[in-house]
């Protein structure tokens, strides 16, 4: 005779609140922040509006609560980095190619450029955006590459600065085109050659003969 299992309530919370914030990303991604009302985000998400408010008291902190998801599953998939793994061109590779194909997906870029249309008049979401996004990305490769500069495999003055220049180089050529709408999203015969260029000069700056 089979039990069934109950959800909790902060189970079953959680799966509302995770169900709002599809409803709304979703929302956000066809019509901009600027034209998504907090009524039309209830209807998206298939909840009542007083049920949308129990849970978000503004259309702002919902969109800080759809970056901050996005953000932490970007930290999670791409920038899980092992300090003990010290083969630095195969890590940075991997990092480098996640990296790309994470900035160029739809939801992706159509964050940024919300962001980017927003941040001046609400430069709180503009702060939690970067800090959320590019400073902890920068964060966590610098860490990496610390490690591999006490192992001896690196040499590197300011690992922050490194880690930003790698990965600005990763994108370079390919999300300014999908982020203004000039090109679609770069194939992955593209992302792997400008990955391996950016790889290449990393290493010729800052590898030493053990780390070749």
Do not use: W
């Amino acid at each position: 005779m089979s039990t069934k299992v109950m959800e909790t309530p902060a189970v079953e919370e959680s799966a509302k609140r995770r169900q709002i914030i599809e409803g709304a990303r979703a929302l956000f991604l066809a019509q901009g922040f600027d034209a998504a009302s907090m009524g039309e985000i209830a209807r998206a998400s298939g909840v009542s509006k007083g049920t949308l408010y129990v849970y978000f008291d503004s259309k702002e902190h919902l969109f800080e609560a759809i970056v901050e998801d996005e953000r932490r599953a970007q930290a999670e998939q791409v920038f899980s980095l092992n300090p003990e793994d010290h083969d630095v061109r195969a890590v940075l590779t991997r990092l480098g190619e996640a990296y790309v194909r994470f900035l160029a997906q739809p939801t992706a870029v159509s964050a940024i450029r919300t962001v980017i249309a927003i941040a001046e008049r609400m430069p709180e979401i503009g702060r939690k955006f970067y800090e959320f996004g590019p400073q902890c990305g920068i964060g966590r490769l610098a860490a990496y590459l610390e490690a591999q500069v006490q192992a001896g495999v690196l040499a590197v003055d300011d690992c922050e600065v490194a880690a930003g220049q790698f990965l600005d180089s990763c994108q370079s050529t390919m999300l300014k085109p999908v982020l203004f709408n000039a090109g679609g999203a770069p194939s992955d015969d593209r992302i792997r050659h400008v990955v391996g260029i950016a790889v290449r000069t990393f290493l010729a700056a800052y590898a030493t003969p053990q780390g070749s």
